[in-house]
DNA sequence: TCGCGGCATTGCCTTTTCTCGATATCGGAA
DNA sequence: TTCCGATATCGAGAAAAGGCAATGCCGCGA
Protein backbone atom coordinates (compact mmCIF):
# COMPACT_ATOMS: atom_id res chain seq x y z
CA UNK A 1 0.00 0.00 0.00
CA UNK A 2 1.69 3.08 -1.46
CA UNK A 3 2.17 5.48 1.74
CA UNK A 4 0.05 8.29 2.73
CA UNK A 5 1.28 11.20 4.35
CA UNK A 6 -0.45 11.09 7.35
CA UNK A 7 0.87 12.95 11.12
CA UNK A 8 1.69 10.38 13.80
CA UNK A 9 -1.84 10.81 15.59
CA UNK A 10 -3.70 9.96 11.60
CA UNK A 11 -1.24 6.72 11.96
CA UNK A 12 -2.09 5.96 15.38
CA UNK A 13 -5.68 6.09 15.29
CA UNK A 14 -5.16 4.16 11.74
CA UNK A 15 -3.63 1.38 13.59
CA UNK A 16 -6.23 1.21 16.81
CA UNK A 17 -9.03 1.45 13.54
CA UNK A 18 -7.22 -1.83 12.38
CA UNK A 19 -6.88 -3.78 15.51
CA UNK A 20 -10.83 -3.87 16.01
CA UNK A 21 -11.82 -4.25 12.58
CA UNK A 22 -11.84 -7.99 12.91
CA UNK A 23 -14.65 -9.84 14.35
CA UNK A 24 -12.69 -12.19 16.45
CA UNK A 25 -10.68 -9.20 17.75
CA UNK A 26 -13.73 -7.49 18.51
CA UNK A 27 -15.17 -10.04 20.73
CA UNK A 28 -11.77 -10.45 22.60
CA UNK A 29 -11.82 -6.73 23.69
CA UNK A 30 -15.62 -7.30 24.13
CA UNK A 31 -14.32 -10.37 26.79
CA UNK A 32 -11.45 -8.07 28.55
CA UNK A 33 -14.31 -5.13 28.50
CA UNK A 34 -17.19 -7.62 30.55
CA UNK A 35 -14.48 -9.66 32.69
CA UNK A 36 -11.68 -7.33 33.41
CA UNK A 37 -8.96 -9.46 32.62
CA UNK A 38 -8.50 -13.08 31.48
CA UNK A 39 -6.13 -15.96 30.54
CA UNK A 40 -5.78 -17.06 26.87
CA UNK A 41 -7.68 -20.15 27.85
CA UNK A 42 -10.78 -18.71 28.36
CA UNK A 43 -10.61 -16.86 25.24
CA UNK A 44 -9.59 -20.05 22.86
CA UNK A 45 -12.48 -21.64 25.08
CA UNK A 46 -15.14 -18.97 24.06
CA UNK A 47 -14.33 -18.39 20.53
CA UNK A 48 -14.75 -20.67 17.59
CA UNK A 49 -11.34 -20.51 16.44
CA UNK A 50 -8.13 -22.12 17.27
CA UNK A 51 -5.46 -21.57 19.91
CA UNK A 52 -2.63 -20.18 17.51
CA UNK A 53 -5.51 -17.95 16.04
CA UNK A 54 -5.99 -16.59 19.44
CA UNK A 55 -2.75 -16.00 20.18
CA UNK A 56 -1.93 -13.92 16.88
CA UNK A 57 -4.82 -11.61 17.45
CA UNK A 58 -4.10 -11.07 20.98
CA UNK A 59 -0.21 -10.37 19.16
CA UNK A 60 -2.09 -7.91 16.86
CA UNK A 61 -3.98 -6.16 19.60
CA UNK A 62 -0.84 -5.98 21.98
CA UNK A 63 0.84 -4.57 19.57
CA UNK A 64 -1.99 -1.91 18.83
CA UNK A 65 -1.80 -0.70 22.45
CA UNK A 66 -5.36 -2.28 23.16
CA UNK A 67 -4.58 -5.14 25.46
CA UNK A 68 -1.98 -5.37 28.06
CA UNK A 69 -0.34 -8.78 28.87
CA UNK A 70 1.06 -10.03 32.06
CA UNK A 71 2.73 -13.11 32.74
CA UNK A 72 0.89 -15.17 35.37
CA UNK A 73 3.20 -18.88 36.48
CA UNK A 74 2.43 -20.51 33.36
CA UNK A 75 -0.63 -18.50 32.00
CA UNK A 76 -0.80 -14.78 30.33
CA UNK A 77 -2.96 -12.76 31.57
CA UNK A 78 -4.81 -9.86 29.14
CA UNK A 79 -6.35 -6.36 30.37
CA UNK A 80 -7.65 -3.95 28.25
CA UNK A 81 -5.71 -0.33 27.86
CA UNK A 82 -8.02 2.65 29.05
CA UNK A 83 -5.77 5.02 27.39
CA UNK A 84 -5.89 3.29 23.98
CA UNK A 85 -9.97 3.29 24.12
CA UNK A 86 -10.06 6.82 24.86
CA UNK A 87 -7.58 7.78 21.84
CA UNK A 88 -10.04 5.95 19.88
CA UNK A 89 -12.77 7.58 21.04
CA UNK A 90 -11.62 10.91 20.74
CA UNK A 91 -10.08 10.69 17.16
CA UNK A 92 -14.18 9.98 16.16
CA UNK A 93 -15.28 12.92 18.99
CA UNK A 94 -12.38 15.24 16.99
CA UNK A 95 -13.97 14.31 13.51
CA UNK A 96 -17.70 14.63 14.40
CA UNK A 97 -16.55 17.94 15.98
CA UNK A 98 -14.81 19.13 12.95
CA UNK A 99 -18.07 18.12 10.99
CA UNK A 100 -19.76 20.30 12.87
CA UNK A 101 -23.51 18.88 12.38
CA UNK B 1 -12.33 -15.97 7.14
CA UNK B 2 -14.44 -18.46 9.35
CA UNK B 3 -17.42 -16.70 10.67
CA UNK B 4 -17.99 -15.82 14.36
CA UNK B 5 -21.16 -15.57 15.98
CA UNK B 6 -21.93 -12.12 16.74
CA UNK B 7 -25.11 -9.97 17.43
CA UNK B 8 -25.93 -7.70 14.26
CA UNK B 9 -24.77 -4.44 16.47
CA UNK B 10 -20.55 -6.24 16.67
CA UNK B 11 -21.32 -6.66 13.34
CA UNK B 12 -22.22 -3.63 12.18
CA UNK B 13 -19.59 -1.91 14.58
CA UNK B 14 -16.37 -3.86 13.13
CA UNK B 15 -17.72 -2.47 9.80
CA UNK B 16 -16.93 0.79 10.53
CA UNK B 17 -14.12 -0.10 11.98
CA UNK B 18 -13.10 -1.28 9.11
CA UNK B 19 -13.73 1.25 7.02
CA UNK B 20 -11.88 3.35 9.07
CA UNK B 21 -8.63 1.07 9.30
CA UNK B 22 -6.80 2.57 5.91
CA UNK B 23 -5.06 5.66 6.08
CA UNK B 24 -6.22 6.76 2.52
CA UNK B 25 -9.89 6.51 4.00
CA UNK B 26 -9.43 8.42 7.63
CA UNK B 27 -7.88 11.05 5.11
CA UNK B 28 -11.30 11.08 3.06
CA UNK B 29 -13.35 11.05 6.16
CA UNK B 30 -11.10 13.95 7.82
CA UNK B 31 -11.48 16.31 5.12
CA UNK B 32 -14.91 16.03 4.63
CA UNK B 33 -15.20 16.41 8.10
CA UNK B 34 -13.56 20.02 7.64
CA UNK B 35 -14.75 20.41 4.15
CA UNK B 36 -18.25 19.63 4.98
CA UNK B 37 -18.60 18.06 1.52
CA UNK B 38 -16.75 17.44 -1.48
CA UNK B 39 -16.14 16.34 -5.08
CA UNK B 40 -13.98 13.02 -6.06
CA UNK B 41 -11.93 15.51 -8.10
CA UNK B 42 -10.69 17.65 -4.88
CA UNK B 43 -10.15 14.47 -3.07
CA UNK B 44 -7.73 13.14 -5.85
CA UNK B 45 -5.74 16.30 -6.09
CA UNK B 46 -5.39 16.01 -2.07
CA UNK B 47 -4.16 12.50 -2.04
CA UNK B 48 -1.51 10.75 -3.23
CA UNK B 49 -3.21 8.13 -4.97
CA UNK B 50 -4.82 7.73 -8.70
CA UNK B 51 -8.38 8.15 -9.60
CA UNK B 52 -9.60 4.96 -9.26
CA UNK B 53 -8.22 4.17 -6.30
CA UNK B 54 -10.06 7.43 -4.65
CA UNK B 55 -13.66 5.92 -5.76
CA UNK B 56 -12.79 2.61 -4.64
CA UNK B 57 -11.93 4.10 -1.45
CA UNK B 58 -15.67 5.79 -1.49
CA UNK B 59 -17.20 2.65 -2.37
CA UNK B 60 -16.01 1.28 0.55
CA UNK B 61 -17.05 3.94 2.82
CA UNK B 62 -20.24 4.76 1.36
CA UNK B 63 -21.17 0.69 1.62
CA UNK B 64 -20.27 1.19 5.40
CA UNK B 65 -22.71 3.95 5.61
CA UNK B 66 -20.05 6.26 6.83
CA UNK B 67 -20.33 8.50 3.60
CA UNK B 68 -23.51 9.62 1.30
CA UNK B 69 -22.91 10.62 -2.19
CA UNK B 70 -25.07 12.39 -4.35
CA UNK B 71 -25.04 13.81 -8.08
CA UNK B 72 -24.51 17.09 -9.04
CA UNK B 73 -23.95 17.41 -12.54
CA UNK B 74 -21.38 15.72 -13.85
CA UNK B 75 -19.61 15.53 -9.98
CA UNK B 76 -20.69 13.53 -7.20
CA UNK B 77 -20.72 14.88 -3.98
CA UNK B 78 -19.79 13.46 -1.09
CA UNK B 79 -20.34 13.85 2.34
CA UNK B 80 -19.95 12.60 6.46
CA UNK B 81 -22.81 10.15 7.71
CA UNK B 82 -23.08 11.77 11.20
CA UNK B 83 -25.29 8.82 12.06
CA UNK B 84 -22.49 6.56 11.48
CA UNK B 85 -19.81 8.11 13.68
CA UNK B 86 -21.94 8.08 16.44
CA UNK B 87 -22.90 4.74 16.15
CA UNK B 88 -19.02 3.96 15.81
CA UNK B 89 -18.40 6.46 19.08
CA UNK B 90 -21.32 4.55 21.04
CA UNK B 91 -19.68 1.19 20.12
CA UNK B 92 -16.75 2.70 22.09
CA UNK B 93 -18.20 4.17 25.20
CA UNK B 94 -20.04 0.88 25.66
CA UNK B 95 -16.49 -1.25 25.65
CA UNK B 96 -15.36 1.46 28.20
CA UNK B 97 -18.35 1.46 30.14
CA UNK B 98 -18.25 -2.01 30.50
CA UNK B 99 -14.40 -1.92 31.50
CA UNK B 100 -15.94 0.69 34.46
CA UNK B 101 -12.30 1.39 34.80
C1' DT C 1 15.22 -33.57 35.72
C1' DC C 2 11.16 -35.25 33.45
C1' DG C 3 6.88 -34.56 31.85
C1' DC C 4 3.00 -31.66 31.16
C1' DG C 5 -0.05 -27.83 30.67
C1' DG C 6 -0.38 -23.15 28.67
C1' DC C 7 0.97 -20.03 25.04
C1' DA C 8 3.79 -18.19 21.43
C1' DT C 9 6.00 -18.98 16.86
C1' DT C 10 6.70 -20.96 12.51
C1' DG C 11 5.47 -22.54 7.99
C1' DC C 12 2.26 -22.86 4.60
C1' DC C 13 -1.89 -22.13 2.40
C1' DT C 14 -6.17 -19.51 1.16
C1' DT C 15 -8.68 -15.33 1.04
C1' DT C 16 -9.00 -10.48 1.13
C1' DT C 17 -7.35 -5.98 0.31
C1' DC C 18 -5.03 -2.47 -2.23
C1' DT C 19 -3.72 -0.36 -6.33
C1' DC C 20 -3.90 1.21 -11.02
C1' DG C 21 -4.39 1.06 -16.29
C1' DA C 22 -7.97 0.54 -19.33
C1' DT C 23 -12.53 1.15 -20.29
C1' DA C 24 -17.51 2.13 -19.57
C1' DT C 25 -20.99 5.52 -18.25
C1' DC C 26 -23.17 9.80 -17.95
C1' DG C 27 -24.50 14.69 -18.00
C1' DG C 28 -23.78 18.84 -20.30
C1' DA C 29 -21.87 22.03 -23.77
C1' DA C 30 -21.19 22.88 -28.63
C1' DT D 1 -25.49 14.13 -32.03
C1' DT D 2 -20.76 14.49 -30.79
C1' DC D 3 -17.29 15.42 -27.87
C1' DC D 4 -15.49 16.14 -23.25
C1' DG D 5 -14.87 16.25 -18.46
C1' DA D 6 -15.91 13.65 -14.17
C1' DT D 7 -16.53 9.17 -12.00
C1' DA D 8 -17.45 4.44 -11.70
C1' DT D 9 -16.30 -0.19 -12.86
C1' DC D 10 -13.39 -3.99 -14.59
C1' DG D 11 -9.44 -6.96 -14.65
C1' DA D 12 -5.22 -8.27 -13.00
C1' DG D 13 -1.08 -8.32 -10.14
C1' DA D 14 1.02 -7.69 -5.64
C1' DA D 15 0.81 -7.49 -0.93
C1' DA D 16 -1.30 -8.27 3.44
C1' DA D 17 -4.27 -10.70 6.50
C1' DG D 18 -6.41 -14.77 8.43
C1' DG D 19 -6.39 -19.52 9.64
C1' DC D 20 -4.42 -23.82 11.53
C1' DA D 21 -1.22 -27.95 12.29
C1' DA D 22 3.11 -28.63 13.97
C1' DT D 23 6.48 -27.27 16.93
C1' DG D 24 9.12 -24.49 20.29
C1' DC D 25 9.48 -22.45 24.79
C1' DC D 26 8.74 -22.01 29.71
C1' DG D 27 7.24 -22.53 34.41
C1' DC D 28 5.82 -25.83 37.65
C1' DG D 29 4.72 -30.12 40.00
C1' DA D 30 6.25 -34.92 40.59
Known amino acids: MKTVTQTTD ?3 AVE ?3 ALAN ?3 FRIVQSLAER ?3 VVGDLVIELPVAQPTVSEHL ?3 REAG ?5 VDGPNRCY ?4 DALATLRQAIERIE ?5
Chains 1, 2 share one sequence.
Open 97 to 101: ARACF
Open 36 to 38: GEC
Open 66 to 70: LVRGS
Open 10 to 12: EAR
Open 79 to 82: CLDP
Open 59 to 61: RVL
Open 16 to 18: LFR
Open 23 to 25: PVR
